[in-house]
């Protein structure tokens, strides 16, 4: 398929980001969706139940399952083989404090279920300043379980910030030395992460050396979270380009979906789940994801040579840092990005919103995780937060 008809969007997704609950027991600094407390209103069994069913006469291929913490749900086990059943297959994203060997065996005797322990850091110092204190261990524990039960190639799953960019070949022996495949992903000024975006986010020698050791190792996943860097030569392995509203969206977990996991601002909310017709309505007739797949202007980016490898860069990226979404990527590799930084005004760019995040000791701070506050009998409030 070219990318053109891609541009266009398909009749349903390829695949979509679903984020079962905002419950969580880490306070990452740079959460994408600021996780922490329950969502009253977070969809119940039943509702997720019937998604899955949408999602399987759509003809979905797999969903992204991720939060927030989706362990959290005692309803979780059931859900996943609920969409196993149903011909959808699971990818879930886990921090591991919650999966015990028992999960893991029981993981390991389910199909077309795919399991990715978040790792920022092959040392402890680097992954604990951003997870917070014991997630290191607790993630390693898991990866440990998976592979005691024989579950096969789970993922590791590396945020890159310009604090592990030096790690990144120890990631790879780490994933090597578990049979496990690495997976790393850019780091986005959404949610907190708006707030140590500019700490964090790797300096241009870093993009640059990330690219190179990317192009050494195709068989390393990325998401397609990379094609900016492909104005630097030939676009790594990929989609490269952004697929929000076209082959991709998101899920929240009160039904509310976006066109972009990456960006849960009301500009680009594009409907919900509860609303007539369910989600294939909001897929198939949202206005919003018809202007996304309508043909885009170059905007400032239509004299630069490298547009059509660049596809000018993450729609997430621009919006959360000021930056016009017909613009340059914040982290444009030939620099235009960083002129167009510094002429965003101060307090210019959006707000990620108060977000869902526990009052925490300090950011990136660890509270413990106790399954009597985590797991509440579902539908229900949220578990307190003091």
């Not at 949408?54 to 362990?71: C, D, K, R, S």
């Amino acid at each position: 398929m070219r990318t053109d008809q891609l541009k266009q969007g398909l009749t349903a997704p390829i695949c979509l980001t679903w984020e079962l609950t905002y419950g969580c027991n880490l306070a990452c600094v740079h959460c994408l969706s600021s996780s922490g407390r329950r969502d009253p209103d977070e969809l119940s069994t039943a509702e997720a139940e019937r998604v899955v069913d949408e999602l399987a006469a759509m003809q979905v291929f797999y969903v992204n399952i991720g939060g927030g913490e989706p362990l959290v749900r005692r309803d979780f086990l059931d859900l996943l083989e609920h969409a196993v059943a149903s011909g959808v297959g699971v990818k879930f994203s886990t921090n591991g404090a919650l999966l015990s060997k028992a999960m893991a065996a029981r993981l390991a005797t389910t199909d077309y279920v795919d399991v990715q322990v978040s790792l920022d850091g092959a040392s402890k110092s680097t992954n604990d300043a951003v997870r917070g204190a014991g997630s290191y261990t607790a993630a390693r524990r898991a990866m440990d379980h998976l592979a005691e039960a024989g579950f096969g190639p789970f993922k590791i799953s590396v945020v890159v910030t310009r604090d592990n960019v030096a790690e990144l070949d120890d990631l790879e022996a780490l994933a090597q030395g578990y049979g496990a495949q690495l997976r790393v992903t850019r780091l986005r000024p959404s949610g907190r992460g708006a707030a140590t975006w500019r700490k964090l986010h790797p300096t241009a020698s870093q993009q640059r050396h990330l690219y190179r050791w990317l192009s050494a190792r195709p068989h390393v996943l990325t998401g397609d979270s990379f094609f900016h860097l492909s104005g630097l030569g030939e676009p790594l392995p990929g989609l490269n380009l952004c697929g929000a509203g076209r082959v991709v969206c998101l899920i929240d977990p009160v039904g509310n979906v976006y066109a972009c996991p990456f960006v849960l601002h009301d500009q680009f909310k594009a409907g919900s789940v509860r609303g007539p017709g369910g989600f294939a309505a909001v897929w198939r007739s949202s206005r919003l994801f018809e202007e996304l797949r309508a043909p885009q202007s170059a905007g400032a980016c239509a004299s630069c040579g490298m547009f059509d490898a660049c596809q000018g860069g993450c729609m997430a990226a621009k919006f959360f840092t000021g930056l016009p979404l017909d613009g340059p990527d914040p982290e444009c590799v030939l620099g235009h990005g960083e002129a167009a930084l510094a002429r965003v005004a101060p307090g210019a760019a959006p707000s990620p919103g108060p977000g869902h995040s526990r009052r925490a000791p300090a950011p990136g701070g660890v509270r413990p995780p106790d399954p009597a506050r985590l797991l509440p009998v579902l539908p229900g409030p949220p578990p307190s937060s003091g």
